[in-house]
């Protein structure tokens, strides 16, 4: 697939290194070209400008923090109507808190201010998760979960986390992003808070 990757931090760095290893064509963009180019030399991407980078893409990995997200999309192109994985999780400055929640989620807002068909999903991977691969060692796949009004979009995001090796498990409707939201705050709690690291997943079990 053509993946559009917007944002070269943890998580940006993350999906350009396992999406181009998964095989996908990979277009990377960010405020700083030096940044892109960087990042896109390192595994064999290729980066582009902000403006009209989300035409002729299959999907776009939105990897800003939340507050930037829509902006950045708006910035991209015409992104109504285009799958959008939204990454983000609306922390406030402490990281020990989401600025929204309950009657709406981030994912809900950012689908709301750009048209986008939005599917929520990898809020819950930590960057290094990300980074080491979809089951880090462990011999147990990671769990990506995804929420979406768009079965396009959840089809491709479903393809996308397959192809990098992780687990998928269907989360819903895009409403029950304001579920997946908490569930990350409880994992950066749980890396952060509680000490147990970020080398960690949140997982479901089911009596077989
Ligand atoms: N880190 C994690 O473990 C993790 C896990 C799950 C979800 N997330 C979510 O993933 C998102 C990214 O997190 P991160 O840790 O990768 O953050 P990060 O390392 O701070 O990177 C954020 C990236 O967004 C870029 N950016 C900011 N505003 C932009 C704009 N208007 N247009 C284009 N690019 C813009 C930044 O560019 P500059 O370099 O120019 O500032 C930077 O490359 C966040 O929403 C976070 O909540 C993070």
Redesign the pocket.
Same mark, same amino acid.
């Given at each position: 697939m053509q993946v559009l990757v917007?944002?070269?931090? *943890?998580?940006? @760095?993350?999906f350009v290194k396992q999406l181009t290893a998964a095989g996908h064509q990979v277009t990377v963009? =960010?405020?700083?070209a030096g940044?892109a180019q960087a990042l896109a030399q390192q595994h064999g991407a290729k980066a582009v400008a902000?403006a009209n980078s989300a035409n002729n893409v299959d999907a776009i990995v939105? $990897?800003?923090?939340?507050?930037? @997200?829509a $902006? $950045?999309l708006n910035?991209a192109g015409d992104v109504a109507g285009k799958v959008v994985i939204d990454? !983000? *999780?609306?922390?406030t400055p402490d990281y020990m808190g989401l600025t929204v929640g309950h009657n709406t989620s =981030?994912a809900e807002e950012i689908a709301r201010a750009t048209g986008a068909e939005v599917v929520k999903a990898? *809020? !819950?991977?930590? @960057?290094?998760?990300?980074a080491e691969g979809s089951d880090m060692g462990s011999g147990q796949k990671v769990t990506v979960f995804i929420a979406s009004d768009s079965d396009r979009a959840r089809q491709i995001a479903r393809a996308l986390a397959e192809s990098m090796g992780f687990a998928v498990m269907d989360a819903g409707g895009l409403k029950n992003a304001r579920y997946l939201e908490p569930v $990350?705050g409880l994992?950066?709690y749980f890396?952060y808070g509680a000490g147990l690291g !970020?080398s960690i997943a949140p997982a479901w079990i089911r009596k077989n």
């Open positions: 917007i944002g070269t931090g *943890n998580m940006g @760095a993350g963009t =960010a405020r700083d940044k902000l939105v $990897a800003t923090p939340y507050e930037q @997200a $902006a $950045a910035s990454i !983000t *999780n609306p922390l =981030a990898f *809020n !819950t991977i930590f @960057a290094q998760v990300l $990350a994992n950066i890396g !970020t």
